[in-house]
């Protein structure tokens, strides 16, 4: 009598056909699910052109979805306009970092903060700024700033004065005459009578009043003047302060205050100067000594 196998026994023709459906069913959801996940989509190759057997993967857009070497951690922007976008972005972020690499810090601040830090430099370090660049020379030629400079480094007594040529040439025409002034004491302490002769202008109408109150009138008067006072005796020491210029277009005066040693209290010194063929000539020299408080009761005519 044949027994019959366990294995066989318990399974049917319709567990069979229940099996079948599940495993069917299990599948079809495995494959929803891949389809349905963000890399599991297969775009279809565009016709006619091949892709050299590399399965590239496209987002409808010309832009790249993933970093070089499979990293995805670029974001990918669809279509044109999102292409366009990138472009601008990429664009814009390249053009900041030019300007900003390509401009200094000066051109970056406002022309008042410009102004106001210009004024700290001195002659010579303005001149070298106007040569660096077409920004630079612009704002070194600024007339605020050379009126800020001149008032540093001379007076404030003019800060009225509307200078006709601006307060550059006006700078510089100060400066001139400043020199030429300081060359004419500098003449004094090395008593050369011939560089005198070359300062003074050879005309009749010039006019030298030492301290002595002695009027001299004429070129050759003025420098025999000055003959006598480079001989006589040896040379004085003496220091010259609170110099004050002021400058036309053909003609300049200076005063200040002349404090010799030999002399009790400091003087009153004016110079006159005249501007002749390219050069500035001194026309007019006149030294008194200053009261000092309490000397004197008489009025300003006498």
């Not at 299990?26 to 890399?39: I, K, N």
């Not at 832009?63 to 292409?83: K, R, V």
């Not at 030019?98 to 022309?111: A, D």
Request: hydrophobic fraction near 40%.
């Amino acid at each position: 009598m044949e027994i019959p196998s366990p294995l066989y026994a318990n399974f049917s023709f319709g567990s069979i056909c229940l099996a079948s459906a599940v495993t069917a069913i299990c599948f079809l959801c495995v494959l929803w699910a891949f389809r349905s996940s963000p890399g599991g989509k297969r775009s279809k190759s565009r016709p006619g052109k091949s892709d050299g057997g590399s399965s590239k993967k496209s987002c409808g857009c010309s832009c790249y979805c993933s970093a070089p070497g499979g990293s995805s951690s670029l974001a990918c922007a669809n279509g044109s306009a999102g292409e366009k976008y990138e472009k601008e972005s990429m664009l814009g972020s390249s053009a900041g970092v030019e300007k900003q690499t390509g401009g200094s810090m000066m051109e970056q601040l406002v022309p008042e903060i410009t102004t106001h830090a210009l004024s700290y430099l001195d002659y010579p370090s303005l001149c070298r700024l106007s040569m660096t660049n077409s920004w630079m020379r612009k704002a070194a030629n600024d007339d605020n700033a050379w009126k800020a400079l001149y008032h540093k480094d001379f007076t404030v007594e003019q800060d009225t004065v509307t200078p006709h040529s601006g307060w550059k040439a006006y700078y510089a025409a100060t400066k001139a005459i400043v020199n030429i002034n300081m060359e004419f004491f500098n003449i004094i302490k090395e008593r050369s009578l011939v560089a005198m002769g070359r300062l003074w202008l050879q005309a009749d109408y010039v006019k030298c009043i030492h301290g002595t109150g002695e009027l001299f009138a004429g070129y050759n008067a003025v420098m025999e003047s000055w003959a006598l006072a480079f001989n006589w005796g040896q040379g004085v020491a003496f220091q010259v302060r609170d110099v004050r210029a002021r400058v036309l277009p053909d003609m300049a005066w200076v005063t200040m205050k002349v404090y010799v040693d030999m002399e009790p209290g400091p003087s009153h010194v004016t110079n006159v100067y005249e501007f002749h063929n390219g050069q500035w000539y001194l026309v007019h020299h006149h030294r008194s000594l200053m009261l000092m408080d309490g000397e004197g009761d008489h009025n300003i005519f006498g």
